[in-house]
């Protein structure tokens, strides 16, 4: 948590709850430890489904669906497609969502995240929204295909950027293991700021998020 957190348990405190469905399956990924969207990230997407109203949305890491239940939920008219490599989540997210409602509007693709998306991206698809929740280290190379996928005026999030404000500290304070994948995000977060045809903002809520808008 990069924000103090007195503070985000006072913004939870004050917050709307989620529908019981989605309060259930949060605790139920909570207990069984699979990671979802923190609450200040499920708000800043709430914000933007209601304002910007994306039909297509597409997302890279399902985990158990909960965010793409959440997103079909405060989404209206959409249509999400997302992504999970990992085969037990992949059982879990099927169940999740058929017991949801959603099979019509959410289309979970089983493989590697990086394959998926250049495929989609070979077939011309294109989207309103794309949210990026996979591999970390990854996203360095999801963004070029993510961005052809987008369409102009389209939205690009990315979450987990900020490594709960550890991105700032120097590689050697960084433990071993981490070096190669923070040495990525910031790679990543230099090239998504720089990028000319994305305005971005890196907001330090949660464990860091970047929004981009697509200007051509
Ligand atoms: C932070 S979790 C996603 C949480 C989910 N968006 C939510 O809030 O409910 C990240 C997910 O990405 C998946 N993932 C990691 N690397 C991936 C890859 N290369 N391809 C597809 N999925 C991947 C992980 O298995 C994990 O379930």
Do not use: W
């Not at 070096?179 to 090239?191: G, K, S």
């Amino acid at each position: 948590m990069i924000t103090d957190e007195r503070t985000s348990t006072f913004i939870d405190s004050v917050s709307n709850p989620n529908t019981p469905y989605l309060e259930e399956l949060e605790k139920k990924a909570h207990d069984g430890g699979i990671p979802v969207i923190r609450r200040a990230t499920q708000s800043i997407l709430k914000f933007i489904l209601a304002d910007l109203k994306p039909e297509n949305i597409l997302e890279l890491g399902t985990a158990t669906a909960f965010s793409a239940i959440f997103m079909a939920t405060y989404g209206g008219n959409v249509h999400i497609d997302t992504i999970e490599n990992y085969k037990k989540r992949i059982v879990e997210a099927r169940q999740n969502i058929a017991q949801s409602g959603f099979e019509k509007a959410i289309r979970l693709i089983e493989g590697d995240a990086q394959s998926v998306i250049e495929e989609l991206a070979a077939g011309a698809k294109s989207y309103d929204m794309i949210f990026i929740d996979a591999a970390k280290g990854q996203y360095i190379s999801y963004l070029p295909v993510c961005k052809k996928l987008l369409r102009d005026g389209g939205i690009l999030i990315s979450d987990n950027v900020l490594f709960d404000g550890d991105i700032v500290l120097s590689r050697f304070a960084v433990r071993r293991r981490d070096r190669t994948i923070h040495a990525r995000m910031r790679e990543f977060l230099r090239a998504v700021s720089e990028d000319e045809e994305l305005v971005t903002t890196i907001l330090p809520v949660a464990d860091g998020m970047t929004l981009s808008v697509k200007c051509r």
